[in-house]
């Protein structure tokens, strides 16, 4: 944001984490009733509960902090992902799963958003690479590994990222992931004492294109 930092400003920022707030509860009543939906039961602990409103308010404030009134559209469109990812990280880690609801329609609107950078063609290109690269991974770790490495929500998590962030913000974006999903990794085979424990790899993924996102010019 540019320009004083006034008391307009904190009342802006303060209305629109209100709005996160706001759109954070939608999409837990809305990931409630589509787990529901896939036969899934939807938990009921305090970071399953209160943490999309939580996270979706923080990050909007800090998205309103950094654009503010003078790109409103710009922070509404981007504002409009961060629900998605927000969506993802709290769905995938409450049920290891990525929803074909949620990120087909996500993968749409970015491509379509994308065709207004120049080249028109770089973030469709770059989304479909990095959708083909992570399902080489995934093939590859099934078939080396006799595991499976990475879902293909992870794949389509992947090209969504590569679609919303253009290149080369993609490979920041992964490499960013990469590492926080491997950290986290390690504590949870410590905790568990297993290196076995099952893990999910889309919300480190979403937190790496959340934060590219954020720094996107």
Known sequence: MTGGFGFGQVLFILGWAVLGAAAGWLSR???????????????????????PPAL???????????????HIALLA????????????????LEHRLILDRVIFPAMALAAVVSLFDQPWWAGIATGLGAG????????????????????FGDVKLAAFMGFLLGWPAIVDACFLGVLLGAVAAIGVGVWKRS??????????LAMGALVL???AQ
């Open 77 to 92: 469109l981007r504002s409009v992902f961060v629900v998605v990812l927000v969506q993802v990280i709290f769905f995938d």
């Open 132 to 151: 083909l690269l992570f399902l080489f991974l995934s093939v590859a770790g099934s078939t080396l590994l006799r595991a499976e490495v990475l879902g």
């Open 29 to 51: 009543w809305g990931s409630v009733r589509l787990a529901r939906l896939e036969g899934l039961t939807p938990g009921h602990e305090r970071w399953q509960v209160y943490g």
């Open 213 to 215: 996102l954020y720094r």
């Open 195 to 204: 290196l076995k424990a099952t893990f999910a790899y889309g919300p480190y």
């Open 56 to 70: 979706a308010a923080l990050l909007f404030a800090v998205f309103a902090y950094d654009l503010g009134t003078a």
